[in-house]
Structures are given as C-alpha cells and as structure tokens.
C-alpha cells in the first residue's frame, strides 16, 4: 500500500506567510500526494491478497469476489452483501384470472 512520504514541513512563525514558503509547502504537498489517490481504493485479487499483509482497518476491493472488504486484524470481512444487478429490460405476463384474497 502507497504511504505518503515523510516531510518536515516549515511552520510560519508570523501572521503572514511569505509567497515562497507557501510555494514550497505546495510543492512538497503536490510530490508527496501524486503516489497516492485518497479517492481510489487499492484493488487486488485473492492471489495478490494471500501474499499481503493489511493494517487493521485497510479497506480494499477484492476483484475476484468483485466486492469492497476490510481487514479486522484477523482475515477481511465484505462490507456489503453482493448484489447482481439485471442488464436489460424485461418482462413477464400471462392472459388468465386473478384473484386477491385479503384475510
């Protein structure tokens, strides 16, 4: 898993901040955030998972199992029951009676 690089970032001091200080700290900001995309869930399959060691709270889409896991310190846990979606339209019907029957 991607780790945000370690900076000793510059602290101001003053009220004010000097325009090549706050250039500095965006530059370092824009390194350090280009390896990682807090957005993106990092994806591996069961033969990539068997290898790989999680921290406690690692969330991760499982692309075998195409379902969204986290790890309990112990195994992964699916966080949502799998749903199959249908694709398409479709319809049933039949010609004959109905009858409703209220109790």
Same mark, same amino acid.
């Given at each position: 898993?991607?780790?945000?690089?370690?900076?000793?970032?510059?602290?101001?001091?003053?009220?004010?901040?000097?325009?090549?200080?706050?250039?500095?700290?965006?530059?370092?900001?824009?390194?350090?955030?280009?390896?990682?995309?807090?957005?993106?869930?990092?994806? #591996?399959?069961?033969?990539?998972?068997?290898?790989?060691?999680? !921290? &406690?709270?690692? @969330?991760?889409?499982? +692309?075998?199992?195409?379902?969204?896991?986290?790890?309990?310190?112990?195994?992964?846990?699916?966080? #949502?029951?799998?749903?199959?979606?249908?694709?398409?339209?479709? !319809? &049933?019907?039949? @010609?004959?009676?109905? +009858?409703?029957?209220?109790?």
């Amino acid at each position: 898993m991607s780790k945000l690089l370690p900076t000793r970032l510059p602290l101001a001091e003053t009220g004010t901040v000097t325009a090549e200080l706050y250039n500095r700290l965006v530059r370092v900001l824009e390194i350090n955030l280009s390896a990682v995309d807090p957005d993106q869930v990092p994806s #591996y399959n069961d033969d990539e998972i068997d290898t790989l060691q999680f !921290a &406690t709270g690692a @969330i991760i889409f499982n +692309t075998t199992r195409a379902i969204h896991q986290a790890f309990d310190g112990n195994s992964l846990r699916d966080l #949502y029951s799998h749903q199959t979606y249908p694709v398409g339209l479709g !319809a &049933t019907f039949s @010609i004959g009676s109905v +009858t409703v029957t209220t109790s």
